[in-house]
């Protein structure tokens, strides 16, 4: 909510600009690497961080994997200082500013590596409340500048988010060496010759395929915001805005969900694959329960969200129109992304990285070549229905394998529920669309619609569990 806040706040001063889509397009190519870093980390770290065997191997991974993203980084900046036009048509004076951003953001980024590690194994320990506090860093830090200072300087915004992220890994480190001694890390010396071990090439091994497909999605999403920036001024801005919002639902709602059940979705598997399973199958439908009702919330009243938050000062209505039609087609695909994103989980759990590579790598280079083909028939709404189409072939593609595996989950009753929510949805939908309540003060309109829907999805929930209990009792009888 906090990151809304900081792009609501930049919207207002510097509206859909030139400025704004460097500092965006900076922060996106820098998250790239630490998203490609950290996908290794959870996938991999995770399954073996509660193996006593394996803390002196897990610190030798980290050592090479801290290494290849220190490479990674200098790389990045090399081909940036040598080849500008990477970044887009943008003058030299903002090919400058790209360049002082990318800099100081990422080192912030390779910060996050070794706070992604003590995450892991707070959450491995089941402590899930810390790393939720320690997010607020990142994002508080800019917003209290954007609020206090009075010239707002992108340079000074792009310091506070570097800054934040090096002190979430302090606060990180402090309480994992104070209550988690005996895991990662404990020693901090590296034996050099001892690094490339047998055990430590398996879980190298393991990582290489999460790595590449990671690698590739990361190139799609830098290569979106580039296309972005050949439409024209603002619309890099545009996307990130929207990217924000759809985003705010994923972190709250989808990614929270996915790290909490992850690791006793690792444990259910690892004593019994079925009993696993299943497990998945009633977690996916809970979470597009939840999902789906955003869905339909935003398709009523999303527009007058957007125009409450981020139409004012240099932001138009016209951009806000758009971010409203660009957040449409990324959201309506979030229940096949959660299903997607589980079923990757299972074979992650069961210590197989390849098949959700191959999956992840065929959906990439489909969606590239949609967002490329795409281009001129329909221009700027390319870089969100590429994705959004990608999205529904790779959960297809990915249940097909686990189908081939004998590891699907329960389809039939993930379908059931999908269209038994929608039809909840569409009703709460057209309730909001009939209120003929309307006020001068957007807010209090907003209010009152969400204060409703949120009411009639508790009443009807209601009713269908008091239903639900009553035929178990008749079949008991």
């Known amino acids: 909510m906090l990151g809304l806040v900081k792009n609501i706040e930049l919207s207002k001063i510097y509206g859909a600009s030139n400025d704004l889509d460097v500092f965006y397009l900076a922060n996106v190519y820098t998250i790239s690497v630490f998203n490609i870093i950290s996908a290794a980390i959870t996938t991999v770290v995770i399954p073996e961080i509660n193996n006593t065997d394996s803390q002196g191997n897990l610190k030798n991974y980290m050592f090479i994997i801290n290494g290849i993203a220190f490479f990674t980084s200098i790389l990045m900046v090399t081909s940036i200082i040598l080849f500008p036009n990477i970044i887009g048509n943008?003058?030299?004076?903002?090919?400058?500013?790209?360049?002082?951003?990318?800099?100081?953001l990422i080192i912030g980024q390779i910060s996050r590596i070794r706070s992604a590690v003590g995450i892991?194994?707070?959450?491995?320990?089941t402590n899930y409340i810390l790393p939720r506090i320690t997010d607020v860093l990142p994002v508080?830090?800019?917003?209290?500048?954007?609020?206090?200072?009075?010239?707002?300087?992108?340079?000074?915004?792009?310091?506070?988010?570097?800054?934040?992220?090096?002190?979430?890994t302090g606060v990180l480190l402090f309480y994992e060496k104070s209550k988690y001694s005996s895991y990662?890390?404990?020693?901090?010396?590296?034996?050099?010759?001892?690094?490339?071990?047998?055990?430590?090439?398996?879980?190298?091994?393991?990582?290489?395929?999460?790595?590449?497909?990671?690698?590739?999605?990361?190139?799609?999403?830098?290569?979106?915001?580039?296309?972005?920036?050949?439409?024209?001024?603002?619309?890099?801005?545009?996307f990130n805005n929207t990217n924000q919002i759809v985003g705010v639902i994923q972190a709250i709602f989808i990614l929270n969900i996915v790290g909490?059940?992850?690791?006793?979705?690792?444990?259910?598997?690892?004593?019994?694959?079925?009993?696993?399973?299943?497990?998945?199958?009633?977690?996916?439908?809970i979470t597009n329960i939840i999902i789906i009702l955003v869905v339909w919330g935003y398709m009523a009243i999303g527009q007058e969200m957007i125009k409450l938050l981020f139409v004012r000062g240099q932001f138009n209505s016209f951009?806000?129109?758009?971010?409203?039609?660009?957040?449409?087609?990324?959201?309506?695909?979030?229940?096949?992304?959660?299903?997607?994103?589980?079923?990757?989980?299972?074979?992650?759990?069961?210590?197989?990285?390849?098949?959700?590579m191959i999956n992840s790598i065929q959906t990439v280079i489909l969606n590239i070549v949609l967002l490329i083909c795409m281009k001129p028939m329909v221009g700027e709404f390319s870089i969100v229905f590429a994705p959004a189409i990608g999205t529904a072939l790779s959960m297809t593609s990915i249940l097909l394998r686990m189908k081939k595996d004998t590891l699907l989950i329960d389809i039939k009753k993930i379908f059931i529920s999908y269209i038994l929510v929608n039809i909840l949805g569409f009703s709460m939908y057209s309730l909001l669309k009939n209120i003929n309540?309307?006020?001068?003060?957007?807010?209090?309109?907003?209010?009152?619609?969400?204060?409703?829907?949120?009411?009639?999805?508790v009443i009807c929930l209601f009713i269908v569990w008091m239903m639900t209990r009553l035929l178990r009792r008749r079949n008991v009888k």
């Not at 030299?92 to 800099?103: M, N, R, S, T, W």
């Not at 892991?120 to 320990?125: H, K, P, T, W």
């Not at 508080?140 to 979430?168: E, K, M, R």
């Not at 449409?328 to 989980?345: E, G, S």
């Open 140 to 168: 508080a830090l800019p917003v209290l500048a954007l609020l206090l200072v009075n010239t707002v300087n992108l340079f000074v915004i792009a310091a506070s988010i570097a800054l934040g992220y090096c002190l979430q």
């Open 260 to 285: 909490m059940f992850y690791p006793s979705i690792v444990k259910k598997i690892k004593k019994s694959v079925r009993d696993g399973v299943k497990e998945t199958t009633r977690i996916i439908i």
């Open 319 to 356: 951009s806000g129109d758009l971010m409203y039609k660009f957040g449409f087609i990324l959201i309506i695909v979030l229940p096949l992304d959660v299903v997607r994103d589980f079923c990757y989980r299972i074979y992650y759990s069961l210590g197989d990285t390849k098949k959700p």
């Open 184 to 238: 990662l890390f404990k020693s901090p010396k590296v034996e050099l010759k001892k690094v490339i071990n047998p055990d430590t090439k398996a879980l190298l091994l393991s990582t290489i395929p999460i790595i590449v497909s990671s690698a590739i999605f990361q190139f799609q999403v830098m290569l979106s915001n580039y296309f972005a920036g050949k439409f024209g001024k603002g619309i890099i801005t545009i």
């Open 437 to 457: 309540y309307y006020s001068d003060n957007l807010l209090a309109n907003l209010s009152i619609k969400i204060v409703i829907a949120i009411l009639f999805v």
């Open 120 to 125: 892991a194994i707070l959450q491995s320990n």
């Open 90 to 104: 943008f003058s030299k004076e903002l090919q400058k500013l790209f360049v002082a951003i990318f800099l100081v």
